[in-house]
T-cell receptor, first 113, second 113 residues
Framework: KQEVTQIPAALSVPEGENLVLNCSFT??????LQWFRQDPGKGLTSLLL?????REQTSGRLNASLDKSSGRSTLYIAASQPGDSATYLC????????????FGQGTTLQVKP | SQTIHQWPATLVQPVGSPLSLECTVE??????LYWYRQAAGRGLQLLFY??????ISSEVPQNLSASRPQDRQFILSSKKLLLSDSGFYLC????????????FGPGTRLTVL
């Protein structure tokens, strides 16, 4: 059974700092991995999608990497801003034809001005 | 572009009352559709998914049910709500044949009293 873990559960950093969020999964047979952002009381916003054959994806100040063999992904946020404050969730889709996602518990990020 | 709608946005219902939450997707065809529940401190849990009209798969035994009467409509129902049904319900869609990136709706906050 696939399990997804995110560490740390919460993180507080000063504005401008570069930071890394971690995600680990127990079954390396994944279809893809997706990072999301969730603001309080809102739905999820897709940030980056990494297919199983890819090593990383970049969007603006965000860079996500994937190491299937070790069951790990990282989300790197450069030059953090107060507007980056949110909960970040990673989720993996298993290698099946259903597209079902298994989510981690999330990392709640606070960027202080 | 594709959009996903959920309604109502918030709902307060007494224990034992029925439930109907609706999700519709615009701008795509034959999507995979998903219902998730996010309970406080418990992360996102997949409840149901559908790969086509009338095709529903349940992930977790419970007193909820789902239906897909049309290609882009997904409904979550209950005949009698329990206190434990309270939570934030999220609908999502993906195009498995393309890349399975999942996109989420704004969610419905359900409080059962």
């Amino acid at each position: 059974k696939q399990e997804v873990t995110q560490i740390p559960a919460a993180l507080s950093v000063p504005e401008g700092e570069n930071l890394v969020l971690n995600c680990s999964f127990t079954d390396s047979a994944i279809y893809n991995l997706q990072w999301f952002r969730q603001d309080p009381g809102k739905g999820l916003t897709s940030l980056l999608l990494i297919q199983s054959s890819q090593r990383e994806q970049t969007s603006g100040r965000l860079n996500a990497s994937l190491d299937k063999s070790s069951g790990r992904s990282t989300l790197y946020i450069a030059a953090s801003q107060p507007g980056d404050s949110a909960t970040y969730l990673c989720a993996v889709a298993g290698s099946s034809n259903t597209g079902k996602l298994i989510f981690g518990q999330g990392t709640t990020l606070q960027v202080k001005p | 572009s594709q959009t996903i709608h959920q309604w109502p946005a918030t709902l307060v219902q007494p224990v034992g009352s029925p439930l109907s939450l609706e999700c519709t997707v615009e701008g795509t065809s034959n999507p995979n559709l998903y219902w998730y529940r996010q309970a406080a401190g418990r992360g996102l849990q997949l409840l149901f998914y559908s790969v086509g009209i009338g095709q529903i798969s349940s992930e977790v035994p419970q007193n909820l049910s789902a239906s897909r009467p049309q290609d882009r409509q997904f409904i979550l129902s209950s005949k009698k709500l329990l206190l434990s049904d309270s939570g934030f319900y999220l609908c999502a869609w993906s195009r498995l044949a393309i890349d399975n990136e999942q996109f989420f709706g704004p969610g419905t906050r359900l409080t059962v009293l």
